[in-house]
């Protein structure tokens, strides 16, 4: 299976722990995104990076978000001090040019209770 | 501020007959649009984009209308079929303007019934 990997598929946690999910993207593919989404709303951005760098990131991310993408590979997603509105779909897409299609992964379902 | 729009929460139509599903978009600097299908509890899924370069572009069954000075761009879907049903979504990026982000609408559901 040559597509996005996202792992887990599913998260349950408790309020105020911290959480970390990982993308593996598209060989090939140097550009990385990560979204959020949940019920009733589109994909909602949270960050981009192209190669390691990280080249923008959305005013509406909390600074308890943080990715990172070491060797411009895979990626992880870090939420410190999860909170019930941190309950959401999180998605990671990737794509190998500004103008081409971004493929996303399955998602993890992060549950905070 | 929603830059991307769809206004149509929901759509129904019978198999083998066409399905439009519509967007509107506010920011003039997106020049390039795309459509995904996504099924509960999985990812979105890629169906066909357009450049500004473009008004039209065609695969398969599916084609994607682009109207620049009303931007407006609609999804065509003929003949329509029970497996197309789904949440699909339009997304627009602005690469030439400096952002890569794809911004999405809220997602139209289409319903296809046999």
């Known amino acids: 299976d040559t597509g996005v990997s996202q792992d887990p598929r599913h998260k349950i946690t408790k309020r105020g722990q911290n959480v970390t999910f990982r993308c593996d993207p598209i060989?090939?593919?140097?550009?990385l995104y990560w979204y959020r989404q949940t019920l009733g709303q589109g994909p909602e951005f949270l960050t981009y990076f192209q190669n390691e760098a990280q080249l923008e990131k959305s005013r509406l991310l909390s600074d308890r978000f943080s990715a990172e993408r070491p060797k411009g590979s895979f990626s992880t997603l870090e939420i410190q001090r999860t909170e019930q509105g941190d309950s959401a779909m999180y998605l990671c897409?990737?794509?190998?040019?500004?103008?081409?299609?971004?493929?996303f992964g399955q998602g993890t379902r992060l549950t905070v209770v | 501020d929603q830059q991307v729009k769809q206004n149509s929460p929901s759509l129904s139509v019978q198999e083998g007959r066409i399905s439009i599903l519509n967007c509107d978009y506010t920011n003039s600097m997106f020049d390039y649009f795309l459509w995904y299908k996504k099924y509960p509890a999985e990812g979105p899924t890629f169906l066909i984009s357009?450049?500004?370069?473009?008004d039209k572009n065609e695969d398969g069954r599916f084609t994607v209308f682009l109207n620049k000075s009303a931007k407006h761009l609609s999804l065509h879907i003929v003949p329509s079929q029970p497996g197309d049903s789904a949440v699909y979504f339009c997304?627009?990026?602005?690469?030439?303007?400096?952002?890569?982000?794809?911004?999405f609408g809220k997602g139209t559901k289409l319903t296809v019934n046999p």
């Open positions: 897409a990737s794509r190998w040019g500004e103008d081409t299609e971004a493929f």
């Open positions: 357009i450049s500004s370069i473009k």
């Open positions: 997304a627009a990026s602005a690469p030439l303007g400096g952002s890569e982000k794809l911004v």
């Open positions: 060989s090939e593919h140097n550009r």
